[in-house]
């Protein structure tokens, strides 16, 4: 069994919070791609941490470097209130 996403700081993405990461992404001029090279890792991983599919503790802590963020906690507390 995969706890990954159980634990509080990999929980994943809903689909419109993670529409929401990727808008914040585009509006710095960068794109899932990027998001994979800084992350070492492929696009599609970043797409599928966007959608919900899955989570990665790279891929978030990617973004929330991208995004000014300090913790992944931050990064899903704040694309829930951004996304409602």
Do not use: F
Request: proline fraction near 1%.
């Amino acid at each position: 069994m995969d706890y990954t996403t159980r634990s509080p700081c990999l929980q994943r993405l809903d689909a419109n919070k993670g529409k929401w990461v990727n808008y914040q992404i585009r509006l710095r001029g960068l794109t899932q791609t990027d998001i994979a090279v800084r992350a070492g890792c492929s696009q599609s991983q970043v797409s599928n941490v966007l959608a919900g599919r899955t989570s990665s503790s790279k891929v978030y802590a990617v973004l929330c470097g991208i995004l000014g963020l300090t913790t992944v906690g931050e990064l899903l507390v704040v694309s829930r209130r951004s996304a409602a």
